[in-house]
């Protein structure tokens, strides 16, 4: 999935003759070539949706892209249980990694919790072998009830239709919060605050109250934790980037996105949350989005008591009240997933165009230029909060909007260079050191899509409010890149009578193949697509839209039957279900993959011909774009080549044409045309982005 440096292609074509095989050309190439560059892998960052209930048919919805190369992908549940008074909550430091959470031995005597029967080291893949777990880092007062919880990296969705997604955020005072096992003084990440929210909170507002004061009491630190080598910390020179987070918040009335970061002490946290209209949608793309708050309207804001006090402490706010207390301005960093503002921010990605493209794609009538808010670090004042559909959206739309590449706009990365002549879609790293000439200028970063082909997986709730909490609170679940997934549903009140999900949906590890997981399956066939993006778009959609509605008629036939049953017999439909969704989902995609490679393989589609034979009904034919980009010399085109190396092609050209011929438009001139193509472009896009927008989501004039 590299565009260079891994020979992937050419291996997963070879890989089909073995699982074995196809497992380490996808698995190793995906860690080695990452490490092969000094730059960081910027391409982590997720993508967070909200959607208020009278934005869609009546439910609220919440989603998150986790896009994180090496997370754990496992979908696990975790059961509710009642606590003895006087016990105590274990409080684990924030881990995403496979596998992402061990039952640890050493726990205090007066210590209750509960846990996913996947977190016991019984349930270890093999070749996993724990050596030591992480004891808790600290403990806070246990409740006399927790309730039940689908868990990933993050908490995702409670049994009372509780969901939270997840977006990290560059924070000014993000380098101050470093956890306990570090030295530090923070007891809190948000993945541990998630959970916490989703075990004791039915409502949103409490999950914000609830993570808000344990961050405040018990600190917080963020996701950008520094290297970790044999549990020991390298260093305690921790950056902004990524010390802050963004969580958007739902339950079967309200949505709301709540932003955190540590305080200037180190030993507690700065938050606020802001409250979605419910005929409304927000995103949140790496950025705190919270602007100027009104503490007067409770209904739409909630702080920290601390916060103005933080600002003025640090200098970055006068109490005097002469500017307006702006949140995200105040907070906000510009390192890590900034924009490149000056040639000193290099290689890092994009954040803004992102949440662009997400208003314009739900509410396209509203005019928002993609260009403007590109380049400065006051995005809140170029973007709202928060659009008002064009129309009501649906569990469709919002999968349309997880599978973005910015299609049908001037940005569409399916038609970039870098992409081949077919499209990929999926990106590399920048190598630090620019492989042009010195004199170029070499400043930028690759459009950051909200799709990513390093997305471990995609959620998107919706909690229904007219029916029972065990029936209306259900989970999308997509493994790997939402671009070549096919969402399945995951029902937290599905796994009430075993205490597990099916095989399909809760197994798998990064470093083995395991044909039992639905992951692995759309991992091999984003992995095969991706690379005649262009030719094999059309046939992976398809499979999308006929799986997923299949599956939303099974769910629908069971949730009608499950309507009529007393509640424990329901469960047990739903579990029924459940197995039955899960494991219809990979046998699909499974099928699939094997069709895709059966009709197009070696860049041709084959078909049946009239007696049965095979015969080759079309060709992925290079486009003429990418040959006059590359010019006859770089193309390979066979040519005569004279003794001094350069080229002798019989035609009745001139000396002169021969020349041009022989050069192509070359190096120089292709960045010379694509400087005065950009600079014409920008002005043009620029001027017209502002007058107006046309109707539907449409390529923008430029």
Known sequence: HLQSGTGLPTAMFNALLGFAGLAQVLVLPLFSAATSFEAPFYGQGCTAIAVGKDATEGSVMVSHGNDCPTCDFRVAYVPHADHAEGTHAPVWIDFDDYPRFVVADSIDADASFSTAKIYESSHLEPGYEITTQRPPMGYIPQVPHTYAYVDGAYGIMNE??????????????????????????????????????????????????????????????????????????????????????????????????????????????????????????????????????????????????????????????????????????????????????????????????????????????????????????????????????????????????????????????????????????????????????????????????????????????????????????????????????????????????SGRFPKAIESGSLLKFNEDSYWWWVTLVANYAGRFYSVSIDMVQDAQASLEESLLDMTKKAEDIALAQSKEDAFATLEKMQKEVSEFSLAQWRAFFFQMVTNFHDGMFFEAGEEGSAMVSSKAAYPSWWLKLLGPKDAGLSQYASPDGGYQVESNDTDTDKKEKDEGLGVKGVLLIATLSALVGLGFGYWEAGRHNKAGYQTIPQ
């Open 160 to 497: 009372h239709g509780l969901s939270i997604g997840e977006s990290t955020c560059d924070a000014r005072l993000g380098q101050r919060g470093i956890p306990i096992e570090f030295g530090g003084n923070a007891l809190f990440g948000i993945a541990q605050l998630s959970r916490f929210a989703l075990q004791r909170c039915k409502t949103a507002r409490c999950a914000v109250q609830l993570m808000g004061d344990l961050a405040v009491e018990h600190g917080y630190y963020g996701a950008n934790r520094p290297e970790w080598a044999e549990g020991k910390m390298k260093t305690k020179l921790v950056g902004e980037a990524e010390g802050g987070e963004a969580l958007t918040i739902g339950d079967k009335k309200e949505a709301w996105v709540f932003n955190i970061c540590p305080d200037d002490t180190g030993t507690s946290a700065v938050w606020v949350a802001q409250r979605v209209p419910d005929d409304e949608v927000t995103a949140v793309t790496n950025t705190f989005t919270i602007g100027e708050i009104d503490l007067s309207d409770p209904d739409y804001f909630m702080a920290s008591e601390n916060v103005f006090d933080v600002a003025a402490r640090e200098g970055l706010w006068d109490k005097d009240g002469k500017v307006p207390f702006d949140f995200a301005q105040i907070f906000r960093s510009t390192d890590g997933h900034s924009l490149p503002s000056s040639p000193e921010r290099k290689g890092i990605m994009l954040r803004d165009r992102r949440r662009w493209v997400i208003f314009h794609t739900v509410a396209p009538s509203v005019v928002l230029d993609p260009y403007k808010q590109h380049a400065w670090d006051d995005s809140d004042k170029y973007l709202p909060f928060s659009v008002k559909p064009d129309h009501k959206l649906t569990e469709r739309d919002v999968f349309r909007i997880h599978r973005d590449i910015y299609q049908d706009t001037p940005f569409d990365i399916t038609k970039k260079a870098v992409g081949g002549p077919f499209g990929d879609p999926y990106r590399g790293i920048i190598p630090q050191e620019s492989p042009f000439n010195d004199s170029e200028e070499w400043n930028g970063s690759f459009e950051r899509t909200v799709a990513q082909l390093w997305t471990s997986y995609t959620t998107i709730t919706q909690s229904r409010d007219w029916l029972p909490d065990h029936i209306g609170s259900r989970v999308w679940f997509g493994p790997h890149s939402a671009v070549t997934s096919a969402f399945t549903p995951v029902y937290p009140g599905a796994a009430k009578l």
